[in-house]
């Protein structure tokens, strides 16, 4: 299938950037102003990409009256400056070209709180190749995946098969409720096995590799 006029939706953190170390240090911040024992390394990876919320919760086990201000706490310290401890990884900035120069509508569907998402894309130069960058709001009411798809689908109304390129199972379970397929970020924070069992249509181990998936995938 041809590249030309389709929508290709990217998550942000793990797929188009690397923003574990900015998201660790804040983690841990928001660990040691609940009290909580220092996060593990295991911990921390599983902190990267699912809601932040659901983090707290699933990951770290926080009781659910204390995610408010798990949250406060992680977020005052990301937003001072640990968002910008980031970096695109390597093929993206290439891929992103080529995928432009093909003929595609290019946006983000994060679970990252949209503004945060935005300076992220402003500081790595990344923000003007998307046409829309679509994320969760602030007060938790938009979070999961398949709303930000949602959100980024209805930006563009009668996109041509869309498809979300995605590195975690969550992100190929929201782009599975839309009847989108999901191409698996293999270069990110899953584990062995976990984009293949989640039903992506194809894992591919590099950037490099996303053009040719999409050709072959409707």
């Known amino acids: 299938m041809s590249i030309a006029g389709r929508l290709v939706l990217f998550d942000l953190d793990g797929t188009l ?8 240090a804040s983690v841990r911040h928001a660990a040691r102003e609940l009290g909580l ?6 911990q921390l990876r599983a902190m990267v990409g699912p ?19 798990a949250v406060a706490a992680y977020r005052g310290h990301y937003a001072a400056g640990a968002l910008l401890d980031v970096t695109v990884h390597d093929g993206v900035p290439e891929l992103l070209d080529a995928l432009r120069e093909a003929g595609a509508t290019l946006a983000v569907a994060t679970s990252k709180p949209e503004p945060f998402a935005v ?29 930000v798809v949602a959100a980024a689908l209805a930006a563009h109304p009668g996109a041509r098969s869309p498809v979300l390129v995605g590195d975690r199972s969550h992100d190929v379970l929201g782009a599975a409720a ?15 096995g976990e984009l293949t069992a989640a039903g992506a249509a194809v894992v591919v181990g590099s950037p490099a590799e996303v053009p040719a998936a999409l050709t072959k995938i409707g």
């Open 17 to 24: 950037v690397d923003s574990s170390p900015g998201i660790a």
């Open 37 to 42: 024992p220092e996060p593990t390394p295991e």
């Open 51 to 69: 809601p932040l919320q659901d983090g707290f919760a699933l990951v770290l086990g926080v009781p659910a009256s204390d995610v408010p201000h």
């Open 119 to 147: 300076r992220v894309l402003d500081h790595t130069g990344l923000l003007p190749v998307f046409a829309s960058v679509h994320g969760a709001t602030l007060d938790g009411s938009v979070r999961h995946k398949d709303q």
């Open 178 to 192: 839309h009847g989108l397929p999901c191409i698996g970020a293999g270069w990110g924070p899953a584990e062995d």
